[in-house]
């Protein structure tokens, strides 16, 4: 008899649901959120034909480590599920969340979700700890002009070198000039830890062949390749053409890339593109 579970994932414990295949429940217990003892908790019920988790911010190392270790599980939409389980007119439990899911993966009523590798996930952090950076950097520079302001200097416009020059030339004003060393010394630090995410960024794009594909696209950098291929990920690499989608093409301002002119137009790079960016269709079962 084949059995299916459903996962309900929290920070400290996963409640775990196993059923049969004809929905009814075999088990509902607690376990640790961690892959080694949700794979425990489901082989002690036997081998699992299916399990179902949401997505969520720990759908992503919990689903990738079950994988590793054997286990047959799913990532589905949580908008998704959240209807569906709805639905069922359940109150809203971890228990009763579990046991909908297993019924989810019984009927197989979901719609899967890649699941991004580690990879992808490490450059999204990147662009996204580069952009918090840029963002805390452009407060800083805000609060000096602003305190500036305040004692009547004017620093104009800018962030480069002149624009930290005119400042420093405010901080013999008593008063501001601490408080502007102390701003200015966060910046700096916060100015290298973005050259240095920049670098490595650069060095990811340089020995990625897509970012360099997308980068031939006149203006598409660093980041936007970088951020685009880190979305599309490696959902490509299946050689069964039943369950691949349509090629996926994205061309700013470009209505036939075939026929275009320019290095992104020939068609070595057309083949190339296609090749890197054609894209999975998840099977259902």
Known sequence: MKHYAGLDLSMESTQVCIIDENGRKLSSENAESTPDAIADALRRHGPIERAVIETGRMSPAICLGLRELGVNVVCIDARQAHQSLEAMKANKTDPHDAAGLAQLARTGFYKEV???SPGAHGIRSMIIARGHLVEARVRLDNMIRWLCATFGYRPGVGQGKAFIERIMEASHIPGLGEAITSL????????????????KLRMLAAQSQACQILMSIPGVGIQTSA???AAIDEAVGSDNRETRAP??????GVVNLANSTGPAGSPSKVTAWSASFSMKRPTQS
């Open 247 to 252: 090629t996926l093409v994205w061309c700013p």
């Open 227 to 229: 951020a685009f291929s």
């Open 184 to 199: 200015l010394t966060v910046r700096v630090q916060l100015v290298e830890q973005i050259k240095e995410l920049d670098l």
């Open 114 to 116: 890649h699941v991004k």
